[in-house]
T-cell receptor, first 113, second 116 residues
């Protein structure tokens, strides 16, 4: 069975600092991996996705993630965060196209000045 | 990108009444739609999967008679919360997969349901 573990429930950082949000997954087969951002009382916005090919994936708003098959990880990074990046971030996985995404519990990123 | 419109964004209803939430794919055909429920400060829990023209498949623990899902067309799915109670208060989010691009799901804006 698939599962997703987001290792940090809350990550507080200062503005312009780098940040890494960690995500590990468990699956015995090939996977598709996603990062979504959610602002209060809103739906999910796709930041980036890994389907195949290059393991370094670049997304919107300056975010990137690296797929590491040996460590079963897909950590999200941003070299310099803004106050506006404060939100909830979800890592998600599925192994078969067309099936539902399985989500991690989320990481709250809080950016302060 | 593909747009999924969910309506209403917020609804308050009295205990014992029913509420219908609509999820529409605006610019693509959604062969599969998913309904999630999100409790405060928690992750999204899959409630059910619906394919156009067939009955929804519910996850374990989800009451299919309470949460009625209809996917009558390739652009519309509805979730009806029947005989709502305060414990049904939650944030409900739909997502849709396109026929042509089924490696990605597109999400609606969510519906905040409050049962009083």
């Amino acid at each position: 069975a698939q599962s997703v573990t987001q290792l940090d429930s809350q990550v507080p950082v200062f503005e312009e600092a780098p940040v890494e949000l960690r995500c590990n997954y468990s699956s015995s087969v090939s996977v598709y991996l996603f990062w979504y951002v959610q602002y209060p009382n809103q739906g999910l916005q796709l930041l980036l996705k890994y389907l195949s090919g290059s393991t370094l994936v670049k997304g919107i708003n300056g975010f990137e993630a690296e797929f590491n098959k040996s460590q079963t990880s897909f950590h999200l990074r941003k070299p310099s965060v803004h106050i506006s990046d404060t939100a909830e971030y979800f890592c998600a996985v599925n192994h078969q196209a067309g099936t539902a995404l399985i989500f991690g519990k989320g990481t709250t990123l809080s950016v302060s000045s | 990108g593909a747009v999924v419109s969910q309506h209403p964004s917020r609804v308050i209803c009295k205990s014992g009444t029913s509420v219908k939430i609509e999820c529409r794919s605006l610019d693509f055909q959604a062969t599969t739609m998913f309904w999630y429920r999100q409790f405060p400060k928690q992750s999204l829990m899959l409630m059910a999967t619906s394919n156009e023209g067939s009955k929804a498949t519910y996850e374990q623990g989800v009451e299919k008679d309470k949460f009625l899902i209809n996917h009558a067309s390739l652009t519309l799915s509805t979730l009806t919360v029947t005989s709502a109670h305060p414990e049904d208060s939650s944030f409900y989010i739909c997502s849709a997969r396109a026929r042509a691009v089924n490696t990605e799901a597109f999400f609606g804006q969510g519906t905040r349901l409050t049962v009083v």
